[in-house]
């Protein structure tokens, strides 16, 4: 690959892991960041600052967002306008209005747009993929998802659902995501919340939340989501029920994935373990070869609108109490693995 120049914007925690991902792919990273924190994430991987937005994208082929959601669309629109290729974390939006305002500004400019869904590129979902993909398990009928950590008291703006989303946005996603991915377009969402859910009054909030989604496959998969007090480790699951058997698997009682806390750091919230090579590494690799006119990534634009909006559904069908019907496709159905 040859060299990377990229604008990391933000310098939060995420920034952090993904910096060490573009140190190891030999990237030129200039970062911006409004907090007074990107001086101190330079020096310690020998990247440079920027004292602004333009500076930090001037000349960049990639820009890299890993900031509060809030800002998503702004920062996006705004690097795309400065020519960059976008990475932006998860979610590409709040609303599948603005996620597909991104999306329709990167076509126009003729630019890729890549959410980072970074959970396709962990082992244990890859492997899931590839089981269904070979059908051993015959037809699937039912899939539970779940991912419980602690409750992300480090930023407030996590807390608000204005900002956020809550639950069932900034953490459920990654697994609405993922039950799109192995089964197919969804035409139904029933969700609920429950526990704190609004901005942050005390030290040791807890939220939960549940989705239940109907593909157009035919599979029912359930996506169960907890934030918990600071001694709750993070943890994923995942059971997948077919006709010929079924698929488990527990982040927690598998030492190869074990995940490792620290309750050093009130930054925790991204796995660590023995994964082999590094998801986020493996993700920034895989959409920075596709910004060069590389293989096609295992995540596009359009998966990041369609995300956005299931979440955004979640949201509404727990406001309400109601099922909500998507009868019209948002993008083009992603490949079905299930027969």
Known sequence: MTTLDVALIGAGFIARTHLAAWTALGARV??????????????????????????????????????????????????????????????????????????????????????????RYFPAYERARQTLREGSLGRIAVARFSRSGRYPTWSPWFADPALSGGILTDQMLHDIDIARWLFGDVV?????????????????????????????????????????????????????????????????????LRIATSTASETEGVPSGDWGEDPFLAQLRELATACADG?????????????????????????????????????????EIVP
């Open 30 to 119: 200039r970062i911006y960041s409004t907090d007074g924190q990107a001086q101190h994430l330079a020096e310690e991987f020998g990247a440079v600052t920027a004292t602004s937005l333009g500076q930090a994208l001037d000349g960049a082929g990639i820009a890299d967002i890993c900031t509060p959601t809030p800002t998503h669309r702004d920062l996006a629109l705004e690097a795309l306008r400065a020519g960059a290729h976008v990475i932006c974390e998860k979610p590409l939006a709040l609303t599948t209005e603005d996620a597909r305002v991104i999306t329709d500004a990167a076509k126009q400019a003729g630019l890729h747009l890549f959410p980072a869904h970074v959970v």
């Open 188 to 256: 139904r969402i029933h969700a609920t919340q429950r526990g704190h859910h609004t901005a942050l009054a005390h030290k040791a909030p807890v939220a939960a939340g549940s989705a239940t989604l109907t593909h157009t496959s035919g599979v029912i998969t359930h996506v169960q989501g907890h934030w918990g007090p600071p001694a709750t480790p993070f943890q994923y699951t995942f059971h997948i029920a077919g006709s010929n058997g079924t698929l488990t698997h527990d982040s927690l009682a598998h030492p190869a």
């Open 295 to 335: 293989p096609t990534p295992r995540v596009s634009a359009e998966d990041g609108v369609a995300a956005v909006r299931l979440a955004e559904a979640a949201r509404a069908s727990a406001a309400t109490g109601q099922a909500i019907e998507l009868t019209a496709l948002l993008a083009p159905t992603t490949e």
